[in-house]
């Protein structure tokens, strides 16, 4: 009898799981994996360098991905963070601080446009941090961020 309500039990938790993930199509949860996977590797190179990436050695976190997406940076007279246009939850629709265009949300689990071409992911990565950072993000950053977004419901 104890077999069988543990078996139960171990059931009902891969169902829980396999739910977790039914907001992402396969096939934006597949690239994130990919993209990440890319990431941890590329995090792990940078870590040989603590001096100048003392983050690239930490395992990527949802909580870490939050708090690189809504961190202030100063920048010219104001600053700014990736927040700044795409509002303090990823699952809502944004506005461009200059142009007030509207921006889809970020998540993937309310945006299926999102994260379905990697190149595309990649490029987005390197022009927003520009316009941020004035050069491209750290590949730790570039993971804890893509954690953070996969996570947002």
Do not use: W
Not at 109 to 122: H, L, M, T
């Amino acid at each position: 009898m104890k077999a069988i309500t543990a078996l139960f039990a171990l059931a009902g938790l891969l169902v829980l799981s396999t739910q977790v993930r039914a907001d992402i199509s396969p096939k934006q949860n597949e690239i994130l994996e990919d993209l990440i996977a890319h990431y941890a590797g590329k995090a792990k190179e940078e870590a040989k360098n603590k001096a100048r990436n003392p983050d690239s050695g930490r395992p990527f976190t949802s909580e870490a991905g939050r708090e690189f997406y809504l961190k202030q940076r100063s920048q010219q007279l104001t600053d700014v963070s990736c927040s700044a246009c795409h509002t303090d939850n990823p699952v809502n629709q944004g506005k461009h601080v200059l142009t007030n265009k509207p921006i889809k949300p970020l998540a993937p689990s309310v945006n299926p446009e999102r994260f379905i071409d990697a190149k595309k992911v990649q490029n987005n990565f390197t022009e927003h941090c520009f316009d941020l950072y004035q050069a491209d993000c750290r590949a730790y950053e570039k993971g804890i961020f893509l954690t953070y977004l996969r996570s947002a419901k």
